[in-house]
């Protein structure tokens, strides 16, 4: 199936379509998304590319490289947001790349149409689909595993480049996003006896002495920027990239904290639509009666640890587990060409109408709920009717082929997706959309002014509002108290789940999530 390899202009188009819809749509989230643009900002504005700083204090809960790489493309194009929040859809392009090229390093003898639907897979992922326009260090992580597994795999046959290979996705990997890297690569590496058998290196002792230095080159890599960065950050900043911030996570993490078993349900809701298609599950136990080839013993060798160690540590978030969605993209690419090729059976998109059908039914009915009202009140029903007039549409077609009905499923994914946002976003924006009390906070600082923020604060208006003076964090009570005592002409932010039943005029206030936040003059905020 030549024509199958075909397919990479559509993806891209598609790509850069619903990633221009969404980020036209969505503000940028707090607290992460404002967070780590300004990182981004108060590094470029410190001229400091060594140490990252939010909020005028050393923030040692993730490295440079994503940092680095928003400064490289402001260089080209000044300071601004929208340059910084395209990175990421590049990003997930060259993933999708990196992985069909590996299924041809897997399955070098197979049709085209095996890694051709490999990016189609992932795209169509509704996880995948609604994350890779995010401010986020994941799919760089992502993009550094591809690298390591490709080096691991071109080091059988050449050994200076697989390692050099190894040590760019390890290197980058830790720079990326700490020590995690090494969880969905150190398994493969230690179980390349069981999984390489057509393609075995020359000496296993050779191979190993090749991967270790990558490794160790690897380390160099990361270490050439966290030693001296350890050092100019202080003693605090050098314990935490050194130690504190891995250990937290793994052993008693101190954000995201879930049972070990949370990914096992997770993960198939992550992996939607696909695990709704009955003929996927077909293959799937076809796959699993068959012979297991080299490739697909290379699959399991970096998803059943990884899953493992991943469950593991105590911090959990869904994208956490990003990193493993190319094996398994992989995995079931092989699975189901082989099944398709042995069975010949008839395609369908039923799962995905019932998909759609599902959505549709929530636009409608979402509204009605009073205990969601805040959220949904604005929205409007014809996202609901567009998306059920689209699961007619899927119930109707027949495609021709099995990677055909991989195509239509995503495409169909992402008109789903490109509808929600239409009809979810206009209503949901005002409640995220910092920009109004950055841009108001900003012209405060401008005047002199000293601002505080009640509470824990993430550096959400730090980037928006291109702040170049900290915003004090008051912890507790007696903190704001003692800080509205020294700073009588300053202001503070409050953030209250509902609206005090009088306020003065010089009040600004900000929908804010679920309540809103204030900025009080400390003279008016004294007498409440």
Same mark, same amino acid.
Request: aromatic share 12%; glycine share 8%.
């Given at each position: 199936?030549?024509?199958?390899?075909?397919?990479?202009?559509?993806?891209?188009?598609?790509?850069?379509?619903?990633?221009?819809?969404?980020?036209?749509?969505?503000?940028?989230?707090?607290?992460?998304?404002?967070?780590?643009?300004?990182?981004?900002?108060?590094?470029?504005?410190?001229?400091?590319?060594? *140490?990252?700083?939010?909020?005028?204090?050393?923030?040692?809960?993730?490295?440079?490289?994503?940092?680095?790489?928003?400064?490289?493309?402001?260089?080209?194009?000044?300071?601004?947001?929208?340059?910084?929040?395209?990175?990421?859809?590049?990003?997930?392009?060259?993933?999708?790349?990196?992985?069909?090229?590996?299924?041809?390093?897997?399955?070098?003898?197979?049709?085209?149409?095996?890694?051709?639907?490999?990016?189609?897979?992932?795209?169509?992922?509704?996880?995948?689909?609604?994350?890779?326009?995010? *401010?986020?260090?994941?799919?760089?992580?992502?993009?550094?595993?591809?690298?390591?597994?490709?080096?691991?795999?071109?080091?059988?046959?050449?050994?200076?480049?697989?390692?050099?290979?190894?040590?760019?996705?390890?290197?980058?990997?830790?720079?990326?996003?700490?020590?995690?890297?090494?969880?969905?690569?150190?398994?493969?590496?230690?179980?390349?006896?069981?999984?390489?058998?057509?393609?075995?290196?020359?000496?296993?002792?050779?191979?190993?002495?090749?991967?270790?230095?990558?490794?160790?080159?690897?380390?160099?890599?990361?270490?050439?920027?966290?030693?001296?960065?350890?050092?100019?950050?202080?003693?605090?900043?050098?314990?935490?990239?050194?130690?504190?911030?891995?250990?937290?996570?793994?052993?008693?993490?101190?954000?995201?904290?879930?049972?070990?078993?949370?990914?096992?349900?997770?993960?198939?809701?992550?992996?939607?639509?696909?695990?709704?298609?009955?003929?996927?599950?077909?293959? *799937?136990?076809?796959?699993?009666?068959?012979?297991?080839?080299?490739?697909?013993?290379?699959?399991?060798?970096?998803?059943?640890?990884?899953?493992?160690?991943?469950?593991?540590?105590?911090?959990?978030?869904?994208?956490?587990?990003?990193?493993?969605?190319?094996?398994?993209?992989?995995?079931?690419?092989?699975?189901?060409?082989?099944?398709?090729?042995?069975?010949?059976?008839?395609?369908?998109?039923?799962?995905?109408?019932?998909?759609?059908?599902?959505?549709?039914?929530?636009?409608?009915?979402?509204?009605?709920?009073?205990?969601?009202?805040?959220?949904?009140?604005?929205?409007?029903?014809?996202?609901?009717?567009?998306?059920?007039?689209?699961?007619?549409?899927?119930?109707?077609?027949?495609?021709?082929?099995?990677?055909?009905?991989?195509?239509?499923?995503?495409?169909?994914?992402?008109?789903?997706?490109?509808?929600?946002?239409?009809?979810?976003?206009?209503?949901?924006?005002?409640?995220?959309?910092?920009?109004?009390?950055?841009?108001?906070?900003?012209?405060?600082?401008? +005047?002199?002014?000293?601002?505080?923020?009640?509470?824990?604060?993430?550096?959400?208006?730090?980037?928006?509002?291109?702040?170049?003076?900290?915003?004090?964090?008051?912890?507790?009570?007696?903190? *704001? +108290?003692?800080?509205?005592?020294?700073?009588?002409?300053?202001?503070?932010?409050?953030?209250?789940?509902?609206?005090?039943?009088?306020?003065?005029?010089?009040?600004?206030? +900000?929908?804010?999530?679920?309540?809103?936040?204030?900025?009080?003059?400390?003279?008016?905020?004294?007498?409440?």
């Amino acid at each position: 199936m030549r024509s199958a390899a075909g397919g990479w202009p559509g993806l891209i188009f598609l790509t850069a379509a619903l990633a221009a819809l969404q980020l036209w749509l969505r503000p940028l989230l707090p607290v992460d998304e404002t967070r780590y643009l300004g990182v981004a900002w108060e590094m470029w504005q410190r001229g400091d590319l060594l *140490v990252p700083y939010l909020n005028a204090e050393p923030y040692s809960h993730k490295p440079p490289l994503l940092f680095w790489l928003v400064h490289g493309l402001w260089l080209l194009t000044g300071v601004s947001e929208t340059a910084a929040r395209w990175i990421f859809p590049v990003i997930m392009l060259l993933c999708l790349w990196l992985a069909e090229r590996l299924a041809r390093r897997l399955w070098p003898d197979a049709d085209r149409s095996l890694s051709a639907v490999v990016p189609w897979l992932l795209f169509g992922a509704v996880f995948w689909m609604n994350f890779y326009t995010l *401010v986020q260090f994941d799919l760089l992580l992502v993009l550094t595993a591809l690298l390591a597994w490709h080096g691991m795999l071109e080091a059988m046959q050449r050994p200076l480049r697989g390692c050099l290979l190894l040590a760019a996705g390890i290197g980058m990997g830790v720079l990326a996003k700490g020590p995690v890297i090494l969880l969905p690569v150190v398994p493969a590496l230690l179980l390349a006896p069981w999984w390489a058998h057509d393609r075995r290196p020359a000496t296993w002792r050779g191979w190993y002495a090749g991967v270790v230095a990558g490794m160790v080159l690897g380390a160099a890599v990361a270490l050439a920027w966290a030693i001296p960065a350890g050092l100019s950050g202080g003693e605090v900043y050098r314990q935490a990239i050194f130690w504190g911030q891995s250990a937290g996570r793994v052993v008693d993490s101190f954000a995201h904290a879930s049972p070990w078993w949370s990914y096992l349900w997770w993960l198939p809701l992550m992996w939607l639509p696909w695990l709704l298609w009955p003929q996927l599950w077909k293959a *799937v136990r076809a796959g699993v009666a068959g012979d297991l080839d080299d490739g697909i013993r290379f699959c399991l060798a970096v998803l059943l640890p990884g899953l493992v160690l991943f469950s593991l540590v105590s911090g959990k978030q869904g994208k956490y587990l990003l990193p493993l969605f190319p094996l398994l993209a992989l995995l079931l690419a092989r699975w189901l060409a082989a099944y398709a090729g042995a069975a010949h059976p008839g395609y369908r998109l039923h799962f995905v109408a019932a998909l759609l059908a599902l959505s549709g039914t929530g636009l409608l009915v979402l509204p009605h709920i009073d205990a969601l009202a805040a959220w949904t009140g604005g929205l409007q029903p014809w996202g609901g009717l567009v998306l059920l007039a689209g699961a007619a549409v899927c119930l109707s077609l027949k495609p021709a082929t099995w990677f055909a009905t991989v195509q239509s499923a995503a495409v169909a994914m992402a008109f789903a997706s490109a509808v929600i946002y239409l009809a979810l976003l206009p209503a949901l924006r005002p409640a995220f959309d910092l920009k109004p009390l950055a841009t108001y906070v900003s012209s405060l600082q401008r +005047q002199g002014d000293r601002l505080a923020w009640s509470g824990k604060y993430h550096g959400q208006l730090q980037f928006s509002g291109r702040l170049e003076q900290r915003i004090e964090p008051l912890t507790d009570a007696g903190a *704001v +108290q003692r800080w509205m005592a020294d700073h009588p002409h300053g202001y503070l932010i409050e953030n209250r789940r509902s609206m005090p039943s009088a306020l003065p005029g010089e009040v600004f206030v +900000q929908p804010y999530r679920s309540g809103y936040l204030l900025v009080w003059p400390v003279a008016d905020r004294i007498h409440r």
